[in-house]
């Protein structure tokens, strides 16, 4: 799976638990959507990002990939403390210029 650079540092910072590589994924004014609820900013991104990884240790195993131009889906197997735990997850990513614009994950 041919997965862009910053996708796959993404899912090396995940897998690391390591939230300030996560964070730093993401443009300055980088917006993700957890749970309905939007996170904007590296700050903000990577606090989210610590507080879930102390709560759930997910790890994300990709499974697909789609690319429109900007725009892309992952379909990551994710595994954790999680109630439902493994489950297949969406991220659609809006990339621009090599670092996440936006980020919204789904069941």
Do not use: W
């Not at 638990?17 to 917006?31: K, Q």
């Not at 759930?56 to 379909?75: A, F, H, Q, T």
């Amino acid at each position: 799976m041919n997965l862009p650079k910053v996708v796959t540092d993404l899912i090396k910072a995940q897998n690391n638990l390591v939230s300030e590589d996560f964070a730093n994924c993401f443009s300055e004014t980088g917006v993700m959507i957890e749970e309905g609820m939007p996170y904007t900013g590296r700050i903000q991104i990577q606090e989210l990002i610590e507080e879930t990884n102390k709560k759930y240790r997910s790890v994300m195993k990709p499974v697909g990939y789609i690319e429109d131009g900007n725009s892309s889906v992952l379909s990551a197997e994710c595994s954790g403390t999680f109630p439902g735990s493994p489950a297949v997850l969406k991220f659609h990513f809006v990339i621009v210029d090599g670092q996440i614009q936006h980020l919204k994950v789904t069941g």
